[in-house]
């Protein structure tokens, strides 16, 4: 049976994928591919869209815990829901908060998002990544979208500081095929791309994979069509009390896989960081206190 805490059914997978037969998981694979829409149809269908049988779906949501094919349906159409517009997820919280006050119901959402978050984790999987951007032998690319973008600006700050060869892509997807024509096999693209979902990064993503790109994606827990060409996938919760999504799950997860990319690269990256601040004191950027 699927933990309490696994509130999505992408979650409820994760946690019991390791327990499914062969036919369950080639169903689940096929959800996950397009999730949510491949599990909105009757029973009978998206059984024989994924080529298993009628009683293997029925098993398999009853795995993860629900009573039948109709709870399971009904907890993917209430998870589509909630990827609509900032005015209609506005109301949805309005109509459900509680008295507190918004600081505390505030609070509570995002203390809610990080726990989330970072149980939901593979270890192995965010060891990789830190690997991956540790390594100079490949080049980094760092994009993100309308939103998004400020989280790529703070990642590629850092990155520069820690590693050499690290590029900042435009937000402007007219200027990515100049980026995409110098990246070769092996190097990485870090993507950050949360509901709604912008098509021209999915399509870099797609034509940067097709290249042997190392495709690393921070995303929402409903997951970015990107993280089809993506080798990691790291899913943040961002669910508050406002018309916006919050990026505080997604930061600190981000601010994590900084810190472990400096322990990898260590000592190279004190030397790179000593040789930073000898600039910063001839070019007098920052105030000195002695």
């Known amino acids: 049976m699927a933990k309490k805490n696994a509130e999505t059914v992408r979650e409820r997978i994760r946690v019991e994928y390791g327990s499914l037969t062969q036919a369950e998981r ?23 869209n994924a080529g298993v049988s009628t009683p293997t779906v029925a098993r398999f949501v009853q795995k993860l ?3 039948g094919y109709p709870a399971f349906h009904e907890a993917l ?6 990827q609509v517009g900032p005015t209609a997820r506005r109301e949805k919280w309005a109509a459900e908060a509680p008295d507190s006050h918004l600081l505390n119901r505030f609070a509570q959402a995002v203390t809610h998002n990080v726990q989330q978050t970072f149980a939901g984790i593979d270890t192995k999987k965010f060891d990789q990544a830190a690997k991956y951007l540790a390594d100079d032998k490949a080049m980094v690319y760092v994009v993100g ?52 979902y912008e098509t021209n990064l999915e399509r870099l993503a797609q034509l940067a994979a097709e290249r042997g790109v190392t495709i690393i994606l921070m995303t929402d827990q409903w997951s970015s069509p990107v993280s089809k060409s993506a080798k990691i996938v790291f899913n943040c919760w961002v669910e508050i009390p406002s018309p916006w999504d919050s990026n505080s799950s997604t930061m600190m ?18 030397e790179r960081f000593e040789r930073l601040d000898g600039l910063f004191d001839m070019t007098r950027l920052f105030r000195k206190f002695t």
Request: proline content about 4%; aromatic content about 10%.
């Open 253 to 270: 997860l981000l601010e994590a896989l900084i810190a472990a990319t400096s322990e990898v690269r260590w000592p190279d990256t004190r």
């Open 65 to 67: 815990g629900y009573k």
């Open 145 to 196: 979208g309308r939103i998004t973008h400020a989280l790529a600006d703070y990642a590629f700050t850092h990155f520069q500081a820690i590693r050499p060869r690290v590029t900042h892509m435009t937000s402007s997807s007219a200027t990515w095929p100049h980026y995409l024509l110098d990246m070769v096999d092996g190097d990485v693209l870090l993507i950050f791309d949360v509901r709604r």
């Open 26 to 48: 080639k169903f689940a694979n096929l959800l996950l591919e397009n999730y949510p829409a491949a599990g909105l149809a009757s029973i009978t269908t998206v059984a024989a």
């Open 77 to 82: 159409l209430n998870e589509l829901q909630a």
